[in-house]
Structures are given as C-alpha cells and as structure tokens.
C-alpha cells in the first residue's frame, strides 16, 4: 500500500508538494501552497560559462501554518465548503486542512472568493462553470461534488486546468433508493393525496383506490448503483424487473434477477418506470412525446435521478391524455420549480423536494465520503472515486509505484538537454522494455508522468493524470509509446526500463545524441530506486537522487579523481559516479550525482579541465 500512495502522490502531487516531503515525521500530511518554481540548467564547454536560468512561477496564496510531530511548520491547504456539510464531514477536512464554509453565494461570490482555496466543495446547488475554474487555475487542484451526479461541474474545463474533480457515488445509494421504492409504493397507492384530502376534512375511500404492486412490470432505466438497489428491493415486493443500461454488466443484472433489455422494450413493456439515469447529452430530455407514446397506457412513473431527463411539458401532456396514469417526482429541470407549475400542481403527480439522500445517515455518509476523497486528493492521493481522470487500479499503482518517478525523472532530464534554438519539442518516443504482454502493461500513467516531467520544468504549467494528455496536446507534443519485448518471461518486474527519445531538437549535450540523432535517455528501477542507464550512445549507472552532472570526455586515466577533487574542495558530496565509454581511448561520458548544487565557479572549473569536452548539470 505504500508503494501505491507513492505512485498516486506523483501521479496527482499539487505542484507544492515538495516541502510537503521535507519533513516525513509529520504526523499529518504536508501539503504546501502554490510556490515560486524554478528549475536550472547550465552548460559549458570548456571556452563557455553557464547558461542562464529558466524559471516559472505560480501566484501565491493565503497560508496558514501547521504543525507537524518533528515541530516544523508547514502551510496548510485550504478549502471551501460551498453548502451544507454536516459536522462529521468538516472534521474530516479540519483534521489538516483550513476549512471555511461559505453557504449561500452567488455566482459572483463564488469566482470573488475561489482563488483562495485549493480545494472547493459543492453539492447540486452551485454550479462550477468554466469562468469558477478559471478564476481558481493556479491554486484550486480539487472540486467534490457531495453527491453522485456531476452535472453541475464543467468536467471539461476542470480537466483542462488539471483540476480533479471527485464525487460520494455510494454513501446515499441506499437512501436514494429506499426513497424510490417509498415514492413507487406511495404513488401506486395515491398516500399523499389521500392524507391532503384527509386532513382537509374529506373522506374518500372510493377516490383513492390503488393499484398492487405485485406482479406488476417494473422497469429500472440505469442499472447503476441505485438503480440495482431499487430492482433488488422491488423483487422482494413481488414485481418483475426489467432493466435498461447499456453499460450494465448483464451478471449483475442476473445475480438480482433482472432482465436487461433495449429502450424501447423496456418502456414498452413496464407498468411502472423507474429512472435512474445521469443527465448528459444523450440523456437530455429522453423521455419526451415520442417516449410516452410507445408506453402502455396507465403507465406510472418515478424519478429520484435527474429532472432533465424528462422533458415536463410532455410529462404533463401524457398526464393529461391519461397516457401516464401517475407520475412521483423528486427531482426537476429547474429547482425549485416554479410556484405554478403545471406539472408540481397536476392532481395525479407526487413530489418531493429532492429528498433521495435526504436521511440522516446518508448525508453524514455522504459528507465523510466527499471529505476523505478531496482530503486524499489534496494529499496527492488518486481518488477512487475522480471521475475525470482514468481509472488505475491500486495493484497497478503499487506495482509500478517505483517507475512513476522513473519517467517523471528521465522527462524532467530530457527537456534540459534541449537547447533554445530548437523551437520547441514535438515529438516524444516512449519506449518500454517489458516481458509482459501489451494486455497486462498499462501505461497512462507513465505516459502521463513523461509529460508532466517535460513540460514542468519549463512552463508555469503543472501537470497531473487528469490533464497530461491534454497538456501535450496544446502544447503540440506528440507522445508516441512502443512496447519491447523483454526476453526473459520469467521476470518479476513489470518494466525492464523506460527509454525516452526526442527527436528534431537540437541538445545542449552532444554526448546525449544518439546515432539516429535523437536525445536519447534510458533508465531502469534498480532496488526500487530509479537508475539512468543510456545517456545517447553511452552506457552509465547512475541513481536518480539529488541532481545530475554529465561530462562527456577524451577517455584517459585520472578524470574521476579530477572531477571528484574539483568538487570535494567545494565541498559537493558525490552520491554517485559513473563512466560509459564506446571504445578504449575514445571518448566517455561520466556521470556523477550530486546532493547540493555546485555554485557557477565550481562548475567552470570543471569545464577548464583539458579532456572535457562539455558538461551539463541537470537538476532533478
């Protein structure tokens, strides 16, 4: 498991999560705000001085401090609780995080105050539109929607601006559907029009006549979490479940005794229709004049899902022509509706004000849900339940937890051995060496970790799961990926190594050209540490801690001890040193890591010595 948080943490870390790494004895997770960000690169041969830095910058924020165990302070992430949490939720998030609930804003509001936090919290009230996550780029990582629909969070322009957005799908699953089967029970026995009738000083027995539940066609329109809860629940009343999902998986459906069917068939055939469909384009206004008519007549129908769904007007036609018998509402197209709403007035229509997670236990469910996954998420965690970003399960992230940081390194590498006068990076070979199969190698992650590695250093950009495709897209990076076959089946470890290629770029480093003339970079995991291996045409071994110096060299004797006393008297500890040569006498890369970074004269004095023909320090 640790192995996995590692892998999440890189593949999801705010781009301020270095000092939250300082300090590992905290015993609450560090998360630091945005940051000045600056990353350096210098090369000289042996008539140069070093180059210029290169730096990027995010705007700051406000900050508060905390505390960890060691006593160090560190600035604590904060969050926006946008409407009703209840209390078991907001100690979740105050537990590490600075919370301020803010219930009741306006749109206005909203984009005034979102640049302050990096993470916001919404339920189905408050829409977050592109110009909220705009307003909040640079600092807002994290949106939780305290709920299962997202419909109100402009998934695209969050991706867009590397923005997870995560949700609480099962904490008011059973709520939801409990209160289905409560308005199918209370529609098909007209309870709430009998107790208004009732209560105003009228007894009428013969009006309220129902109709047995029994027996009777239910058909359940999703089959997702809910709409499987409201089948399993009907079955035990004695109705026969049909069900429409065209992603429904048809073992579940058989497990719970349903019957997965087309559209069409499914409104045709039930007595009663249960919706439990998200609200998207396909979706929008599905159930319209054309639906209602290929119905039974006297048909019945329960909506706990989305009010778009259905288009009302034609609800209210079909109602009226007899067609739909009865309608139990608990959602709509505009909420509230309006007072005069034909259809909340209609005599044959029980509603409820959106009351499906509406139970004590469902919404302090839901609010510790939504806490712990935007709580994780500000850790660096990927979320189980981040519904804009792919999906990778947590044995794939333990497994490759230790080659994340191997591509992120070698991208970060790669990108400051390209020199100015290339005019950008465009294309991105990724090649893996593996024994496995391309079915059992899955690679997003890596892939996205690659492009986070070079675009970072270079741009104000940061770079996650959710948005590193669309990040190389914009930037007109194309990332190619090739699988290798390892020869050895019998291994154990998922990657033999990751090789990164650039290709129609000039490099600052001659020695990392290769003879097809791409920067080339190879690494593998060593230990689980990650080790460069291939710099060009030359092998190295290197660990990949602290930073980096590559000298590429006439081949002869004394040069480790050269480079090594130069930066000994500058007190410089060596962590690792390594040679590649092609042939004996020829010419030689040495690669040497360092924990601190040498200052500008250190550096030149490296470059005076006579063999050396170019260096370059990279910082990792």
Known sequence: ??????????????????????????????????????????????????????????????????????????????????????????????????????????????????????????????????????????????????????????????????????????????????????????????????????????????????????????????????????????????????????????DRARAIGAELVSFDEAIGRADFISLHMPLTPATSKVFNDESFAKMKNGVRIINVARGGVIDEDALVRALDSGKVAQAALDVFTEEPPAKDSKLVLHENVTVTPHLGASTVEAQEGVAIEIAEAVAGALRGELAATAVNAPMVPAEVMSELAPYVSLAEKLGRLAVQLVAGESGGIKGVKVVYTSARGPDDLDTRLLRAMVTKGIVEPVSSTFVNLVNADYTAKQRGLRITEERVSHESPAAEAPLESIQVRLSHVQSKFAGAISDSGDIVLEGRVKYGVPHLTVVGPYEVDVSLEGNLILCRQIDQPGMIGKVGNILGQRNVNISFMSVGRTFRGKQAIMAIGVDEEPDKETLEHIGHIPAIEEFVFLEL
């Open 1 to 250: 498991m640790a192995a996995a948080a590692a892998a999440s943490r890189a593949a999801l870390s705010s781009p301020h999560a270095a000092a939250a790494r300082a300090s590992p004895t905290a015993a609450v997770a560090r998360v630091t705000l945005p940051r000045r960000r600056s990353v350096r690169s210098a090369v000289i041969s042996s008539s140069a001085s070093a180059s210029a830095a290169v730096a990027a910058s995010e705007p700051a924020g406000r900050m508060t401090l905390g505390a960890g165990t060691d006593g160090a302070l560190w600035p604590k992430p904060a969050v926006l609780v946008a409407e009703k949490l209840s209390e078991a939720g907001l100690a979740v998030l105050r537990r590490f995080a600075d919370v301020e609930c803010a219930y009741g804003m306006s749109p206005a509001e909203l984009l005034a105050k979102v640049a302050q936090f990096d993470a916001l919290i919404v339920r189905s009230g408050t829409k977050v539109t592109r110009e909220v996550l705009e307003a909040g780029r640079g600092r807002l990582r994290v949106v939780g929607r305290a709920g299962v629909g997202i419909d109100n969070v402009d998934l695209q322009a969050a991706t867009e601006a590397g923005c997870l957005v995560v949700n609480a799908p099962t904490a008011n699953t059973v709520a939801a559907a409990e209160h289905g089967i409560a308005l199918l029970a209370s529609m098909a026995r007209n309870v709430s029009q009998a107790d208004a009738a009732l209560k105003a000083g009228k007894w009428q027995r013969t009006k309220y006549v129902g109709v047995s539940l029994v027996g009777k066609t239910l058909a359940v329109m999703g089959f997702g979490k809910v709409g499987s809860e409201v089948a399993r629940r009907a079955k035990g009343l004695g109705m026969h479940v049909i069900a429409h999902d065209p992603y429904a998986p048809a």
